[in-house]
């Protein structure tokens, strides 16, 4: 879930392990997901998306999940690296005019401990 | 690999005064972005841009934004009289053109951190 103020929620983990961060999404007719990755001080970075009509994707070493059902979408990153710590959050999209306007979660901050 | 840039990096102003946030975008990309985020807030969307007009545009993007693509290669966001509210990084993005069965990756610049006194 998300927090109030500044605080976002984190997710700390020990190097090799693997994590698995949430993302609950508003709208039911979002028809496409993408998960970001966010260094300190660099802008978002694509790491992985969904279309609607799939329940699982999967990437280099990491895995997106979706739940239409409870619009509830997760990102599994498998075996964590130190270089994997940073923000991530989840966008859903939905399709404007030719083009996907994306709407931004708050995010969950990754620390991997080494 | 191509990437979007932005300059400045930083850029501080006094509340009223214009400012003009510059992009280039990856250079075979036509569909173009600039989103804005507040320190500790979510990234919000604020316009998009594509074959020389505004395609999309949220509340956010009021009578004080501009965008323009003067040239080939540049892409700008002009405020015109900043506010403090104002004061957030802005990022750049940019998409190749949406076609039937493909993703509309937005590769996103490293921002510009606004700070407005």
């Known amino acids: 879930g998300e927090s109030v103020g500044l605080h976002l929620p984190t997710l700390s983990v020990q190097e090799g392990d693997n994590s698995i961060i949430n993302c609950a999404y508003s709208n039911s007719a979002s028809d496409y997901f993408i998960w970001y990755k966010q260094e300190s001080g660099k802008g978002p970075q694509f790491i992985i998306d969904?279309?609607?009509?799939?329940d699982k994707r999967q990437g280099q070493r990491v895995t997106v999940l979706l739940n239409k059902t409870v619009k509830h979408l997760s990102l599994q990153i498998a075996a964590t690296q130190p270089g994997d710590s940073a923000v991530y959050f989840c966008a859903e999209n939905l399709a404007s005019g030719g083009s996907y306007i994306p709407t931004f979660g708050r995010g969950t901050s990754l620390i991997v401990h080494p | 690999e191509p990437e979007v840039t932005q300059t400045p990096s930083h850029q501080v102003t006094q509340m009223g005064q214009e400012v003009i946030l510059r992009c280039v975008p990856i250079?075979?990309?036509?569909?173009f972005y600039w989103y804005r985020q507040i320190l500790g807030q979510k990234v919000e969307f604020l316009v998009s841009?594509?074959?020389?007009?505004?395609?999309?545009k949220s509340e956010i993007f009021d009578d004080q934004f501009s965008v323009e693509r003067p040239d080939g290669s540049n892409f700008t966001l002009k405020i015109r009289s900043t506010k403090l509210e104002d004061s957030a990084m802005y990022f750049c993005?940019?998409?190749?053109?949406?076609?039937?069965?493909?993703?509309?990756?937005?590769?996103f610049g490293p921002g510009t951190r606004l700070t407005v006194l």
């Open positions: 841009f594509y074959n020389n007009e505004i395609s999309e």
């Open positions: 250079s075979n990309h036509l569909y």
């Open positions: 969904i279309r609607s009509n799939m």
């Open positions: 993005a940019s998409s190749l053109r949406r076609t039937s069965g493909l993703t509309d990756t937005q590769y």
